[in-house]
């Protein structure tokens, strides 16, 4: 008897610890939008021609000091967003930057151009589509100018 009692207590241990970690890698999902590289769906664009999008789970490890380590699912989740402007002869390089998932799922980030600060939202769409909308905030004066583009999953 005793030793079925000690069974029990190790499988409900077990399916214990299986539940934690199916439901910590669950909590590391994109929220709505899909990781990867979206493309104006207007080749002739004289905007956003690319956008690459990474939701990044944020899982770290931690030393524990005695040669084993804990690892911490959904530490740090965020995005990451990489544009590219339309430019001659080749597309302008916009960098990478963090970006963070609001409670309606768009993904909003800022890019600091120095003449410009760029505030973009990435909103869901129908199908494989995103809406790029984007906010400049002119540092010589100019009036804050807003415009968005539509982006299709690669």
Do not use: K
Request: charged letters at 20%; hydrophobic letters at 35%; aromatic letters at 8%.
């Amino acid at each position: 008897m005793f030793s079925r009692q000690i069974l029990v207590v190790c499988v409900a241990a077990l399916l214990g610890a299986a539940a934690t970690v199916d439901r910590a890698e669950a909590t590391c999902v994109a929220p709505g939008i899909a990781s990867g590289r979206y493309e104006n769906v207007d080749p002739n664009t004289r905007s956003i021609t690319t956008a690459n999008l990474q939701f990044v789970c944020g899982s770290r490890h931690i030393d524990n000091g005695d040669g084993t380590y804990t690892l911490i699912h959904d530490a740090d989740p965020h995005w990451t967003l990489r544009l590219w402007g339309a430019c001659h002869p080749s597309d302008c390089d916009w960098g990478t930057t963090r970006g963070q998932t609001d409670r309606v799922g768009r993904v909003l980030a800022t890019y600091d151009q120095g003449f410009a600060r760029r505030s973009v939202a990435v909103v869901p769409s129908r199908g494989n589509l995103v809406q790029l909308v984007v906010t400049s905030h002119y540092t010589d004066g100019r009036a804050t100018r807003t415009w968005s583009e539509y982006l299709r999953l690669q």
